[in-house]
Structures are given as structure tokens and as C-alpha cells.
């Protein structure tokens, strides 16, 4: 059995039979120890489920993969290494760049923890659902209901995942069998797959508490996050994706390929996903149990602090992380400590890997309080006796960093482990899921798609204006409110209102691992790279070539946020400091026009138009005994 496991063409698991399962539930008489025994207690049940959650801290999943290596890049985010070379690399920059290789050994290494993850929810789904604890009148049943509304949940995230990141995937949705009889899997339509979550999805609503009851807070599956899950997927099912073949009755993305066409469902179906996505959408907007921090900025201070918003709840959904265990937020991207320092240690520097670009950052309004949160100009070196200074980045259009994840913000728990390490410490900075600030926005989407910009859902009683307005008020002191509430009430419904929502959900989750897959579901993923492309072009003509700045005049190593000149110099160029931002660029013969633009996602229109999909790793198809194979040319 361990042979066959080893060459598992879907997961590679551990301990699928219970008779053998000490390193499921880590045991010290396995032998003992049966399916039925498991899940016919509460507490070992709850260890099952454990070790799905368990499954999302890994760097194969939730820790780099999914929000990192496959949510980039887009029309605002940049993996860094630019240039050809990088662009066409076995790493991901190559991969980021939408030219992938299939030997890069984290395509096999993602699809095994995924599936890995599945089956244990597998596990714990048929476990629950034969156990007698289920029982009417049984005092335990709805606890393990709950637990298994976990699990369906978190199986559906998994699959959705994999869905748009590898477009058809194998479907399993049962354990399995000890004579390995179900382990070789083809592909199923992804449409099939996402039919089957929505089933699952409503399924746990009815068993799952709203966070902030019954023990439940959002680093768990709650019917909050549930709901808004199937609303998730429900719109990406009504968008566009690339196929395999054409579908019958599906709609084609104009200029999309002839063999992998890009396509959505036809009208009637679009508009019965939307109906239930509005539905599951204001569910939770008239549930109270979700809304948005007033202060943005608190929303990531509490992140990086490692601490739970239990006021508000507007994260639906967050992996949970530990300091020294797992966490990539906060290092991959976020503001970078370039190299080590006494105050962050010898290994507390971060790379920053994950950029956004200078034509995003004049793309928003300048009373816009998201701008300054979102991105930093500068790192954090060491300066004079052990301080560390902020240094302001010269030429870096395409290198400015995301300042949502704030080493000066982060716990003394994290600084402490770091400056006590030589290597690198996990962050613990948990990844979010899901924001409210999603649900408004979907909402208002799929509201303006079905009625207008001032339809009111079922039961709710929002508009989906009123909730953009929610969205982009909250990002605007309350001298610039007015103006912002002005912007939305003067949008007519339709696409003006669907334009200004992609610029808006743009502003609200840059480096969020959102951005790509919006661009995708609506078919706007390459137009917008090259849209982007063109506006630095532009820029380069109107923007100042240096940025100007000062110091803080109590805090000297650190820049004053307020005196940057992004837009003009200053009169006196003497009280500031400045580092070259554009240089000598120009629109024809600069040295980013002509060495790193051409390449920056280079690979998603050639030799295939949209090909956005990743291709299954050539390990995991030498494996699957026939049954796998790459398609869109790959």
C-alpha cells in the first residue's frame, strides 16, 4: 500500500486507512485505533479536522503557493526579477510571467499538498457522515455537523483553488480505496466540480455558527466564510476561462484562441449564478456578524500584530499562522529589511519579492488613504550604531514595495525570535482569504450585473451603490468623504459602474492574491497588462524624475511619509533629500521600455492567446499511470 501511495497520482497521503494511522492521529497503539473509534469521539474527530487546517500551513499551499507563486502577476503586481532571463525562468518568475516550466518542482509539490489536504477532508466528511454520533437526539451531533461543515468548506476552498489555477483537475470526493482502485484519476470539467462545491457549500452553511459564536473565530470555517465561498465561486463559474475545447451554449472572449478558446456561460446561466451569489452575499450583509473596520489601517496593524479583529470581523477568513512555524506575509511581500541589522537580526531581513508598480500608484486619487498603505519607496537597512535608517529606492518603477505588511508593525514575538535566529523565522502573519470588503464589492458587481447599480438585495436592504460606497468611503478622512461619495453617486449603472468597480477592487486588495483572478473571470487580464504598459509610457513623459522627501525631524532614520513629492518638486529643493525615481527614461529608448517591459508577463499570449492556466508538473503526470495529460499547448 505504501508503495502505491508513493507514486499516488493525486495526492501522495499519509495514513488514508485507519488501521495503520498513527501518523494521523498520532497515536501510540494504532493498532487500536479504527475509523469507527475516531469518529465516534469528538475530540478525535476534531484532531481529524485538524489535520486538514494543518494542511493549509504548508509553503506547497496557502503559505507561498497559492497567495504568491499562482496569484501573480497582473496588471499592478510584479514578481521581481525582471528582464528576459528572469521572465523565462525555471522558479517563479517564470511561472509569474505566465511562462511556467513543467520541470519546476513546486508545480508537483502544489498539486500533492492540495490533494493531500483533500483527502483528509475526504476522511473526515465520510467519517462524520457514517458516525452514530449523528444521530437524532444524539447530544454531540451538532457538534460534529459543525465539523463537518468545516470540512466541506475547506475542500471547497482547495478545489477552487486548484480549479483556477489549473482549469480541469480530477475530481475525488470520496477516500481512498485501500486496493488503490480510485487513485488514477483523469480530469473532470471544472463546471461539474463547481456545481458539486455549491451543493457542498450549502449543505455546511446549514451546520457551520457565525464567527464569534459557538468557540468559532475567523481562523476557522464559519457560515460567513462558507457563504461568501460559494458567492466566489458562483462568480467565477459566470466568468470567462480558457478551456480545453469549446463549450456548446458558452460565449467566446473576443480574439481568444481557436483550439483553447477562452469562454463563459451563455447569458441565462451567468445571470442564475449572479441571482445566487447575491443571494449567499446578502446573507451575510444582513447577518450584522461582518463589517468593515472604520479604520483601514487598524484592519492591517491588527494583521501584522498577529492579532484576531473580534470587533468587527471583517476578515472572513484567515489561515491561520504561527511565528517560526509558517507565515510568508510579511516577507515574501511587505516592506523589505535589506540585509541584517542589530534590530531585526541577523536573518530578519525580508525580500520583498512581491512589487506594484509606479503607473498603479498615480492611478489613485491623492486623498485615497489606501495609496500610502499600500505602497513603500524605500527599505530598511542598517544605519549608524545599530539604528536602522530608511532608504529611499532609486529607479524603481517596477520595484516599489507593498507596505500592507509592515516589519515596524509586526509582534515583539516575531522580532524576538528573529533577532534570536540566525535563519530565517516564519512571520506568523496569517493569510487572508476572504474580506468583507469583498462581499460589498462582489455584491455590488453581480447586483449591477442582474439590475442595475441601484438594485437591493433580497433581504438586506442595500443597494449595490450604496455598497461601493461603504468600500471607498471607509478609504477617505472625513474631510475627503463627501468627494468619494460624490465619485459613486455620479456613476451610471451598467459599465460605468462595472468599470469603476475594477479600478476600485484594484485600489482596495492590491498583493492580495485577488487581483489576477478578477482580471481572469471578466477577460480583462491581458488588456490590463498592456494598458499598464502603456500608462508607464505616458508617465514617463509627465512625472518627475526625482522624488523629493525629508526625515522625520524626531525620528531621523525615518522618511516622512507626508513630505514625499510624488507629484511635482518641491520649491525648495535644498530642505529635501532625493533619489532618482525616473531618471533619464524615455518613452522609446529607456532602459525599462526596451529591456523589462516587453517581457513582463511575456508568456500569457504566446504560443496560446489567455493561456492563464499553469500546466500539471512533469513529475505528477509521470505518475498518474496514463491518466493525467497537459493540454493548451503545454
Not at 485501500?178 to 461539474?192: A, E, P, Q, V
Not at 495609496?371 to 524603481?396: H, K, P, S, Y
Not at 460605468?496 to 486588495?509: I, K, M, P, T
Request: proline share 3%; charged share 20%.
Amino acid at each position: 500500500m505504501k508503495n502505491i501511495l508513493k507514486s499516488f497520482a493525486i495526492v501522495g497521503i499519509s495514513a488514508v486507512v485507519f488501521t495503520s494511522c498513527s501518523d494521523f492521529l498520532d497515536q501510540t497503539s494504532p493498532s487500536e485505533m479504527t475509523g469507527e473509534a475516531v469518529f465516534n469521539s469528538t475530540t478525535y474527530t476534531q484532531q481529524a479536522l485538524n489535520k486538514v487546517y494543518a494542511g493549509l500551513t504548508k509553503d506547497e499551499t496557502y503559505v507561498q503557493s497559492i497567495p504568491i507563486h499562482f496569484g501573480m502577476n497582473s496588471d499592478i503586481e510584479l514578481v521581481d526579477g525582471l528582464g528576459a532571463t528572469n521572465s523565462n525562468s525555471n522558479n517563479e518568475r517564470g511561472i509569474c510571467n505566465y511562462n511556467p516550466q513543467l520541470g519546476w518542482s513546486k508545480l508537483n509539490n502544489n498539486w500533492k499538498g492540495m490533494y493531500e489536504a483533500i483527502e483528509n477532508a475526504n476522511i473526515v466528511i465520510e467519517g462524520i457522515t457514517g458516525s452514530a454520533l449523528i444521530a437524532e437526539g444524539n447530544t454531540s451531533r451538532n457538534k460534529m455537523l459543525m465539523f463537518k461543515g468545516e470540512a466541506l468548506t475547506l475542500r471547497a476552498m482547495l478545489y477552487l483553488d486548484l480549479i483556477r489555477t489549473y482549469g480541469d483537475v480530477p475530481m475525488k470526493f470520496e477516500t481512498t480505496n485501500t486496493d488503490g482502485s480510485n487513485i488514477y484519476l483523469g480530469k473532470t470539467d471544472r463546471d461539474i466540480i463547481m456545481d458539486r462545491l455549491i451543493t457542498d457549500l450549502e449543505e455546511a452553511i446549514e451546520y457551520l455558527p457565525w464567527a464569534g459564536t459557538s468557540g468559532y473565530t475567523t481562523e476557522k470555517m464559519t457560515k460567513g466564510f462558507a457563504h461568501g465561498l460559494l458567492a466566489r465561486i458562483a462568480m467565477t463559474y459566470a466568468g470567462y476561462s480558457i478551456r480545453e475545447s469549446s463549450k456548446s451554449g458558452y460565449e467566446n472572449m473576443p480574439n481568444c484562441d481557436a483550439t483553447y478558446p477562452t469562454q463563459r456561460p451563455g447569458t441565462e446561466k451567468r445571470n442564475e449564478l449572479y441571482t445566487l451569489a447575491v443571494k449567499h452575499l446578502d446573507a451575510i450583509i444582513a447577518s450584522g456578524y461582518h463589517k468593515l473596520n472604520p479604520s483601514y489601517e487598524n484592519e492591517w496593524y491588527l494583521l501584522n500584530q498577529l492579532t484576531l479583529d473580534q470587533t468587527y470581523q471583517e476578515n472572513l477568513y484567515e489561515v491561520a499562522h504561527g511565528v517560526s512555524f509558517s507565515g510568508e506575509m510579511g516577507y515574501t511581500i511587505g516592506i523589505r529589511i535589506n540585509g541584517k541589522t542589530t534590530y531585526y537580526g541577523a536573518k530578519g531581513n525580508s525580500s520583498g519579492k512581491v512589487k506594484v508598480t509606479a503607473p498603479f500608484f498615480w492611478s489613485f486619487d491623492k486623498n485615497d488613504q489606501r495609496r500610502d498603505l499600500t505602497f513603500a519607496n524605500f527599505d530598511i537597512r542598517e544605519g549608524d550604531n545599530g539604528n536602522t535608517v530608511e532608504t529611499m529606492q532609486g529607479n524603481a518603477p517596477f520595484g516599489i514595495y507593498l507596505a500592507k505588511w509592515d516589519p515596524r508593525k509586526m509582534t515583539d514575538k516575531w522580532l524576538n525570535a528573529a533577532r534570536a535566529s540566525a535563519d530565517k523565522v516564519a512571520t506568523g502573519i496569517n493569510n487572508v482569504i476572504m474580506r468583507y470588503a469583498d462581499v460589498l464589492l462582489l455584491y455590488a458587481e453581480a447586483l449591477n450585473e442582474l439590475q442595475g447599480a441601484d438594485a437591493v438585495g433580497p433581504t438586506c436592504g442595500l443597494s449595490a451603490r450604496k455598497a461601493f460606497e461603504e468600500v471607498r468611503s471607509r478609504a477617505f478622512a472625513d474631510t475627503h468623504k463627501a468627494e468619494a461619495i460624490s465619485y459613486v453617486n455620479n456613476l451610471s449603472s451598467g459599465d460605468e459602474f462595472f468599470n469603476a468597480l475594477v479600478d476600485e477592487r484594484a485600489w482596495e486588495f492590491a498583493g492580495e492574491a485577488i487581483r489576477k483572478w478578477d482580471l481572469i473571470r471578466w477577460g480583462l487580464l491581458s488588456q490590463k497588462i498592456e494598458e499598464a504598459k502603456a500608462a508607464y509610457k505616458e508617465l514617463i513623459k509627465v512625472a518627475p524624475k526625482k522624488l523629493y522627501y525629508k526625515m522625520k525631524a524626531d525620528k531621523p532614520g525615518e522618511i516622512d511619509p507626508e513630505s514625499i513629492c510624488w507629484y511635482e518638486e518641491p520649491q525648495n529643493i535644498a530642505d529635501y533629500k532625493s533619489a532618482t525615481f525616473w531618471g533619464s527614461e524615455n518613452e522609446e529608448t529607456g532602459s525599462n521600455v526596451v529591456d523589462n517591459l516587453p517581457y513582463i508577463s511575456a508568456g500569457l499570449n504566446t504560443p496560446i492567446i489567455n493561456r492563464h492556466v499553469f500546466p500539471i508538473g512533469a513529475t505528477t503526470i509521470s505518475d498518474s499511470n496514463g491518466t493525467l495529460q497537459n493540454s493548451y499547448g503545454f
